[in-house]
């Protein structure tokens, strides 16, 4: 009888091990969530990234007032006819 009990004994601690400590354990279970967190996070960010890109690809292809606009702020283009004013702050 004692052999039974020391075998089921066995049984359990092993059991618990796997459960508590092994492969596929509560504690990776824990950590996965916690990187599958993360991972959505920069997901979600990039997801945000793409659809400011889609917009502005889509805004580039269907007019030219996209165009237009980066040319402006970032060459400093200015149109025949229109006069630049710059504006600068004084260091008093």
């Known amino acids: 009888m004692k052999w039974v009990t020391l075998v089921l004994v066995s049984a ?54 996209a165009i237009t606009e980066i040319a402006r702020v970032d060459l400093g283009y200015i149109e025949q006819g229109e006069t630049y004013y710059r504006l600068i702050k004084r260091n008093d």
């Open 12 to 65: 359990i601690a092993l059991f618990q091990y796997q459960l508590w400590i092994g492969k596929g354990s509560y504690h990776d279970m824990v950590v996965t969530d916690g990187k599958i967190a993360a991972q959505q996070a920069t997901n979600a960010n990039l997801q945000l990234r793409n659809n400011a890109l889609s917009a502005e690809v889509a805004d580039l292809t269907d007019g030219s007032e």
